[in-house]
């Protein structure tokens, strides 16, 4: 689906942005995985053939523009470009944030909201001079839906969401389209970390947490990265060529919208 196709990846950890990496480049694409910690991409490099590590902290424009200069350097285009910065969270409800806390919300927001507008910034311009492109920008559940504690998440997700859709706009005269993929709770050992934490704190097994939660979700489980990044490359591709500014939920029933 992404055959001779250029992609960069932002963000790319060692979760979702490797998986995406991976499959990406399954399906014929050159893949540049960018994020702040070099160890991190350079790993994935080295486990996903063809691939290129380039560090880059997203809410640095110095970086970004690196980053896009890199892209020109190697390949001379790019097609595609995923933004998946994943912004931790420290669960810390409004009226209770220290000035450490307030500092910490404000990183993360730049990390899923300004991290996106610099990428988009620097690197669709390539996009823009061969009249072509696509642009996945990975939000969130939360970003339609706000949880306790979870704010600095839920902002800078809903901020790339309502981004995506001014880009769309803006860049769509040009060929590049602009869409989201909205996950709900990924697979993961850190998912299972949290159901455990909920489970000792209500005093039942976990098991008994997990069937809780699934049951509310339509599919009756909970989706994987390799669901998440399968939607990415569907928007990515060729095949979406008339999709723009939308968002495609990939949280298995989770929450409709």
């Not at 997203?58 to 970004?64: G, Q």
């Not at 976990?206 to 990265?225: G, P």
Request: glycine letters at 8%; charged letters at 20%.
């Amino acid at each position: 689906m992404l055959h001779g196709k250029i992609a960069v990846i932002t963000g790319a950890g060692p979760g979702l942005g490797r998986t995406l990496a991976r499959t990406m480049a399954a399906e014929g694409a050159r893949v540049v995985v960018a994020a702040r910690t070099a160890a991190t991409v350079e790993k994935i490099a080295a486990e996903v053939p063809g691939t290129v590590a380039v560090p880059a902290d997203v809410t640095d424009p110095t970086d970004v523009e690196a980053l896009a200069a890199a892209v020109t350097g190697r390949f001379g285009r790019l097609d595609v470009l995923v933004n998946a910065a994943f912004p931790g969270t420290h669960r810390k409800n409004v009226l209770e944030m220290s000035p450490a806390d307030l500092a910490s919300w404000r990183a993360a927001v730049d990390i899923g909201a300004y991290g996106t507008l610099l990428a988009c910034r620097f690197l669709a311009p390539l996009m823009v001079e061969r009249g072509e492109g696509a642009i996945v920008n990975v939000t969130s559940m939360s970003s339609r839906k706000g949880y306790a504690g979870r704010s600095d998440f839920a902002a800078g997700k809903a901020a790339a969401h309502l981004l995506s859709h001014c880009l769309a706009d803006e860049l769509g005269p040009y060929g590049v389209r602009v869409n989201c993929v909205a996950p709900g709770w990924i697979a993961s050992e850190v998912l299972d970390d949290w159901m455990r934490t909920r489970a000792a704190a209500e005093g039942v097994a976990f098991e008994d947490v997990l069937a809780r939660d699934v049951s509310a979700m339509a599919l009756r489980r909970i989706a994987t990265e390799e669901d998440v990044a399968r939607a990415i490359v569907f928007l990515a591709s060729d095949r979406a060529r008339s999709i723009t500014g939308a968002t495609l939920d990939v949280n298995a029933g989770q929450l409709f919208t």
